[in-house]
């Protein structure tokens, strides 16, 4: 059975929930959401820093954290800025890094909008009990 995650994320209006857990898995998706539900259109490294901070508040929120990932798929609009997100994903992530994909796609369901990420972790115990 599928177990919505609480986060402190705002709604957006989107059928669809920030994170969920089944089978010992959380399933978790996010892109540069403000705290308003607005979204960050500035440069790449401002985008994936908010991304990535989405993520990390999403995992506490299910009583886990960022060394559960197993594995990143990162979307992006622009191969020129794979590096910059790299920088900021080191500022989150550390070796033994996650399994990770980067796909370089033609645009983000936003205007503006430069970067989304799916994210699979690892439950911790007793979550859904």
Do not use: C
């Not at 857990?21 to 985008?47: F, K, L, M, W």
């Amino acid at each position: 059975m599928t177990q919505i995650i609480k986060t402190h994320l705002p709604e957006i209006g989107q059928p669809f929930s920030w994170a969920t857990h089944a089978s010992g898995v959380i399933y978790t998706a996010h892109g540069p959401i403000r705290a308003d539900g607005s979204i960050d259109i500035g440069p790449i490294e401002n985008q994936a820093r908010l991304t990535f901070q989405n993520l990390k508040l999403t995992l506490e929120a299910a009583g886990a954290s960022l060394k559960d990932v197993a594995q990143v798929l990162i979307y992006l609009i622009d191969v020129e800025e794979v590096r910059t997100v790299d920088s900021v994903y080191r500022e989150f992530f550390e070796e033994p890094y996650p399994n990770r994909s980067t796909v370089i796609a033609k645009g983000l369901v936003v205007p503006g909008m430069k970067i989304e990420i799916v994210v699979y972790a690892s439950a911790p115990a007793g979550l859904g009990s």
